[in-house]
């Protein structure tokens, strides 16, 4: 009897697994973590913990860093950015401003969100974390460009020192931490 059944063939399907927590469904969004980090040339993002190199970046009345990260696949980047950073102000008010770009092959920039920071004078040495989101309303980014975390601290009183810590390794930790939303198709 089995003989007269018609064999069971299964179509081929795509090679990707992938899960979802309900905040990525409900969202439409993955979500990649990096930190941001540096050696001693460069400042980029990266989803490993690097340990051993300069724990922060500092400046007397302004400071920009930039943290990338180049694409090595075609990807789609659509939804609210988390991102979480350290800054210091020695005892006068600083204030900070980041920015995610897209960075074409021309290394020319697009913004693609931007948030505004301040905060009040404090003794010296006091450590400031500030956590925020950017919506990104959808960029394309082809292989070879980047997405660049920018961020500006300045002092309203001038020839004081700002820093900004980048150093996963310790307890925190005190480096950039930033979240990618990556578009998803779940339909």
Known sequence: MAANLPPFVRGQGGSAIASYNWKDILQNAGYVTVYGTASSVLFYLTP???????TYS?????????????FNVPAYVQGDALITCVSQGLTNPHYAVATIYHVDLAAAETSLGTYSYSASPQAGGTDWTW????????????????????????HSAGATTVRLY?????AGPKCPVFHIPFRIDLS
């Open 58 to 70: 500092d400046a007397a009345d302004h400071l920009e860093v930039n943290f990338d990260m180049t």
């Open 131 to 154: 956590s925020f989101n950017i919506p990104i309303t959808g960029k394309h980014f082809s292989i070879g460009e980047k997405i660049r975390l920018s961020i500006n601290l300045d």
């Open 48 to 54: 490993e913990v690097i340990v051993g190199f300069p």
């Open 166 to 170: 980048h150093e996963p390794s310790t």
